[in-house]
């Protein structure tokens, strides 16, 4: 088992920032890669980025644009979504996720593992 507990969002106004964080714990050693996904009220849920624990290669969904960037923390089990610019449309819970032997990591049915979610909320 892994256990994941986002935390870090809130309300922003657009423009703003926000820092996301998920701690993993557990079983992390099975964890190959981390994702991040969101889902707003009445959509589906969309990934917005992932990295890999080893290497830190990183991997973004396209409406990002520059905006976020996803980090990890090896030493401290962590995961973070640095999140700039931050926009209306931007509003959703964000959850984040273990994989184990996914590469499609815009896959959410790759991801053995999830949060609770955060919720972000941008305001205009």
């Known amino acids: 088992q892994v256990q994941l507990v986002e935390s870090g969002g809130g309300l922003v106004q657009a423009g703003g920032s926000l820092k996301l964080s998920c701690a993993a714990s557990?079983?992390?050693?099975?964890?190959?890669?981390m994702g991040w996904f969101r889902q707003a009220p009445g959509k589906e849920r969309e990934f917005v980025a992932a990295?890999?624990?080893?290497?830190?290669?990183?991997y973004y969904q396209d409406f990002v644009k520059g905006r976020f960037t996803i980090s990890r923390d090896n030493a401290k089990n962590t995961v973070y979504l640095q999140m700039n610019s931050l926009q209306p449309e931007d509003t959703a819970v964000y959850y984040c996720?273990?994989?184990?032997?996914?590469?499609?990591?815009?896959?959410?049915?790759?991801?053995?593992?999830w949060g609770q979610g955060t919720q972000v909320t941008v305001s205009s």
């Open positions: 557990g079983r992390t050693f099975s964890s190959s890669a």
């Open positions: 996720a273990s994989c184990t032997y996914c590469t499609r990591f815009y896959r959410a049915n790759e991801y053995t593992y």
């Open positions: 990295i890999r624990w080893s290497g830190g290669s990183t």
